[in-house]
Each structure stands twice: as C-alpha cells, then as structure tokens.
C-alpha cells in the first residue's frame, strides 16, 4: 500500500505542544509557489467570458441556431471549474438540456457533454443513461465507451466498466492510459498505475498538449503522493501550475503536503485561505477545520465547520457533498442517524464498495456493529483499498471483537498516515 513513514509518538507531541510549526522532511519552498497566490488575472477565465458574450449575441440575433448553445454551455463549464461556483455548472446543464431538446437528443456530443455534467454533480445514474443512449445511436463509439468507462466506475458497474475498457485498447491512446491507471489504482495496484499515467504523461509531453499535460501532473501529483513520493508529488503540482497559474487544484495540493507531511499549520492554511480568494468551494472550510483540530483549536475547528454547512444551506450542492457529509456527521453521537440517513441515499445513487463503506461506518456509529459487520463482508472487503474505507474496517472489526483482522490493517493504515491527514495517527495507534 502507501509508503509513508509516521513520526514517533514523542515527537509528535512535541509538534503539537510547539503549534505544530516544526516541519519534518522540509520538501516545500514558499518562494517556489508564493507568486501563485495572490493573482489579479485569469486569461482562462477571462477568454471564457469573452466568448459567452460574444456566443450568447449571436445566438440572441439567430435563435434558431442551437448549435451556439453547447459552445457557450462548454465557457460556463470552464468558469465553474475556475471559480468552484455552482451556479455555472448549472448553467451550462441548463444551457446543454437546451441543446439536446433541439436536437430531441439525437446528437451525441451534446448527450455525451450533459452526462458529463451530471457526473459533475453525482447524478451517476442520469448520467448512464445518456450515454447509454449515446451509445445506443451508434456515432463515435470509442468515445462513449470512454464515457461509460468513466460512470461504470462511479456506479461501482465494474464488469462492465472493464468491458469498456477492453473495447478501448491502444497503449498509444492517451485517453486508454489514462483509464488503465484509474482501473489498476482501484484494484489497489497503485505502483502499476503510476507507470500507465507516467505513459500517458509522456504522450501528453511528445503533442506539447497544455490540456493533457495540467491533467497528467496533476494527477500524477496526486498518485505520487499516494505512493508516499511526496517530493515528486509537489514538483507535478509544481508542473502544473508553471503551465497554468490559475490551476488551484495544484496548489490545494501544496497545501496538503505543507499540513499532512510538514505539520505546518499556519503555512497550509495561509495557501488555503488565498485559493479561496478565487476558488471557493465548501471542501475548502473542512480542510480548514481538519488544521484547526489538528492545533487543537476546536472553537476554530467547529466555526469552520458551521462554515461548511452554511455554504451547503446557501447553495444548492445537490449529493456532491454526501460523504463529506456522512463522515462529519457519523462522528456526532447526536447525528449519527442522520448519517445513516445519507449513507443509504448515497447508496442509492452510488453503489461502490466505498458507499457501503459509508453505511457500515454509519451503522457501527449508532451501535449496529453486527450489521456493519455484514455489510462490510458482503460489499467492502477486498473490493476497495482506499485508507479511510480500511480505517472503517478495522473499527469495524474491533467492535466485533475480530482482534486478529486488524493488525495487518493497522501497519497498512500507518504506511497512509500521509494520505489520511495527521489526525489519523492517534486514531490508527489506538487501534
């Protein structure tokens, strides 16, 4: 599983008495991503606003021309991944079901571009069955099996998602790579799926493509962080943000190894609260709350949280939020039924190994340890390789008085104390 080492229990209370400022294994430079921080433009998104206007007044002069509805759709798609704001990405599903209506949802780009959007809003279902239609007319195959693919995934549909793939075949075919990776990091062979995105990353490299190459290091930033690589890890993110400046994912990402791996909590939170400046989404106020408790703040801690839900209420985020929500909540003995609540929705709409994972987790919450027992034997066990889903496990077991189950667990989670955040690493020593 993941390689990272953890540090002693002495000097991890050190760390916490001290602020948590000591850093440990100093990988970060503030000079290597300081002039990202604080940026007045965005030509990406400037362009983009460009063209809305200029689309949108054709459109108003000709609306008979549908065919303008799907360009400007794609702009407002480009402003909500900017921006984090939703009301763009409901603006382009609203702009996109225009177009399909127009066309009675006969043209299959414009199907393959709404289901997209739903995938973008966890309406997985919805999804599939758009590009199951698209699949269905018959028009650029190759491309709606990548679109399958990629919903199978998200329904936990992983037969037929192999199917898919299989259908794709190419080792040239960047989009193949880059699916193979995702197929062999959810069978837990993340070593093998580093080397197919190191593939694809090459191929991305050779064609000089902006686009693939910000996608290629920025996941491959995240899967050598997973591998515990963290210094290769920030020079992706690093990559990244050479080539986009504006590219806040990366930098999200520089923030994580600054509080996961360094401990420095004023410093990760100083890169959070400036992407929030432009980017501005609710994860951000959890990642805040997660360096307030790791401090020890918990006034902190519980008015960003408060922050996170009030951006919920605000806003209407749909189940994009659902296992953020689960999570939170199964840990409050006074919502832990309201997590289990959600765990079956998101079951519902989503039925992986990791969703039932949520469930189990949920029912171990209200005292069903049995049921969560059941439910983890029949959906979760050797069927995901996710840390926190392991984490589950393990408590799952030790409620069950299954003390021999959770000792292997236990030195795979320590080797995850990166990837799950340094507030695990009480929580896992007390396994």
């Known amino acids: 599983m993941k390689q990272y080492k953890i ?102 780009s414009t199907l393959r571009s709404l289901a997209r959007n739903y995938i973008a809003q966890h309406r997985f279902k919805e999804a599939l069955a758009l590009a199951e239609k698209a699949f269905a007319i018959g028009e650029g195959k190759k491309e709606t099996q990548k679109l399958l693919f990629d919903v199978q995934m998200e329904l936990g549909s992983f037969d037929s998602a192999l199917t898919n793939l299989d259908a794709l075949k190419d080792m040239k075919e960047y989009d193949y790579l880059i699916r193979l990776a995702k197929w062999n990091d959810h069978k837990g062979d993340l070593n093998t799926a580093i080397g197919f995105m190191e593939k694809a990353r090459d191929i991305a490299e050779k064609e000089d493509n902006k686009t693939l190459k910000i996608w290629s290091y920025s996941n491959l930033g995240d899967f050598y962080g997973h591998a515990g690589r963290v210094q290769e890890s920030y020079d992706c993110y690093l990559k990244t943000l050479k080539i986009d400046p504006n590219y806040s994912y990366a930098l999200k990402g520089i923030a994580w190894i600054v509080f996961s ?90 039925p992986t190994p990791d969703s039932y994972s949520l469930l189990a987790w949920s029912y171990l919450n209200i ?31 030790k409620a069950n008085k299954m003390e021999d189950k959770i000792a292997p667990i236990k030195e795979e989670l320590l080797e995850s104390i990166y990837e799950l955040g340094p507030n695990f690493e009480q929580k896992i020593n007390t396994l």
């Not at 440990?24 to 921080?37: F, M, N, V």
């Not at 798609?77 to 939703?86: D, H, K, R």
């Not at 029949?378 to 589950?392: A, L």
């Open 261 to 350: 791996h360094e401990r420095n909590t004023t410093e990760a939170k100083r890169i959070v609260e400036a992407i929030e400046v432009t980017h501005n989404t609710p994860d951000f106020f959890l990642m805040k709350s997660q360096i307030d408790q790791f401090t020890g703040n918990k006034e902190d801690a519980i008015a960003n949280e408060k922050a996170y839900f009030k951006m919920l209420t605000d806003h209407n985020y749909g189940a994009m939020y659902n296992k953020y929500n689960v999570l939170i909540y199964a840990d409050q003995k006074q919502n832990a039924v309201k997590a289990l609540e959600i765990a079956k929705i998101e079951v519902d709409h989503r």
């Open 7 to 108: 540090i002693p229990l002495l000097i991890f209370t050190i760390l916490f008495l001290f602020g948590c400022e000591t850093k440990k294994d100093q990988i970060t430079k503030t000079a290597d991503y300081e002039q990202y921080l604080d940026l007045k433009k965005n030509p990406s998104l400037d362009f983009a606003n460009e063209e809305i206007t200029f689309w949108q007044t054709k459109y108003d002069k000709a609306p008979n021309q549908k065919s303008y509805l799907g360009i400007i759709a794609s702009k407002y798609a480009t402003l909500f991944e900017y921006t984090g704001n939703i009301n763009y990405l409901y603006k382009t599903e609203k702009l996109l079901v225009a177009s399909n209506q127009a066309s009675n949802y006969s043209k299959v």
């Open 367 to 397: 005292g069903e340890h049995e049921k969560a027992l059941a439910i983890a034997k029949e959906h979760v066990i050797g069927k995901s390789f996710e840390p926190k889903v392991q984490y589950h496990l393990a408590m799952i077991y």
